[in-house]
C-alpha cells in the first residue's frame, strides 16, 4: 500500500462516538496526533450536540451502542441534512449491518478490532478530495481576484494573501509584513487593498485582519 501524506489530515476535526471508554480514550490519543480536533462522544445525544455546535468534517460512528444503533444515529442526521461523511466500526460482519451502511453511503466500514492504520487511510481517502477542492478554488481565486486588479505587480500578494487564509477566510497581517517580503511601496499596497476594498473581495474586520469574500468573485 502506498504511503499517504498524512499531514492534510492536521485541518480537519473528527468526532468519533463509541461506547467502549478504553477503546475510545486509546484511538483518540492516537488520532489526536494526526486531526485538527478529535471530540468524543459515547451516545449520539452527546455527538448530536457536537455535530451542532462544532465543525466536523467526518464522524466515526460504531454502530452497536448500549441501547442505542449508531446506523439509526447517522440515519437521523442525514434526515436533518448533516450530510458529513462517516465511517463505521463494528465488532460484527454481519450483513445487515453492512447493507444498512451501503443503503446510508457511508464512506467506509471497518470491523473491529480497528487497525489504525486502515482508519488512517480512510481518513485520508475521505479529505484528500476535500484538499483537492480546496486549491481548486484557491487558484481560481486567484485568477478571478487578478483579473479584478490591473497592475500586474500585484500578483505574487493577492497569492499571497489567498494561500494565507485561515478556515475562516480570514488574513491577518499588517501593510509592514507585507512589505518586509515583498519589493513593493507603501502607497501601491494602500492601493492594491482599497481596489480590493471596494470590489467587496477584501474586507477589514478589525486591525490588520481582512475577510476574503469569495461571493464577490462570483460577479466580476
Not at 465488532?91 to 482508519?119: C, F, G, M, R, S
Amino acid at each position: 500500500m502506498t504511503n499517504n501524506d498524512l499531514t492534510i489530515l492536521q485541518n480537519f476535526n473528527v468526532l468519533y462516538l463509541e461506547d467502549d471508554e478504553n477503546l475510545l480514550k486509546h484511538t483518540k490519543s492516537i488520532l489526536e496526533d494526526f486531526v485538527n480536533n478529535i471530540y468524543t462522544a459515547k451516545t449520539s445525544s452527546e455527538a448530536l450536540d457536537i455535530l451542532l455546535h462544532k465543525r466536523i468534517d467526518v464522524i466515526i460512528c460504531d454502530i452497536l451502542l448500549k441501547d442505542e444503533n449508531g446506523i439509526d444515529f447517522l440515519k437521523y442526521i442525514k434526515s436533518k441534512n448533516i450530510n458529513t461523511p462517516a465511517i463505521v466500526t463494528t465488532a460484527h460482519t454481519d450483513t445487515q449491518y453492512l447493507l444498512d451502511a451501503i443503503k446510508l453511503k457511508v464512506e467506509n466500514y471497518i470491523v473491529k478490532p480497528i487497525n489504525i492504520k486502515e482508519l488512517l487511510n480512510s481518513l485520508y481517502d475521505i479529505l484528500l478530495p476535500i484538499v483537492q477542492k480546496k486549491e481548486i478554488q484557491k487558484n481560481n481565486n486567484v485568477i478571478k481576484t487578478i483579473s479584478a486588479i490591473s497592475d500586474g505587480k500585484q500578483v505574487e500578494i493577492i497569492k499571497h494573501i489567498i494561500n494565507n487564509l485561515d478556515n475562516q477566510n480570514l488574513f491577518t497581517a499588517s501593510y509592514t509584513d507585507i512589505m518586509d517580503n515583498f519589493s513593493i511601496s507603501k502607497p501601491t499596497l494602500i492601493k492594491l487593498f482599497k481596489d480590493l476594498a471596494e470590489k467587496n473581495i477584501l474586507t477589514k474586520v478589525q486591525h490588520k485582519t481582512y475577510r476574503f469574500n469569495e461571493s464577490a468573485l462570483e460577479n466580476l
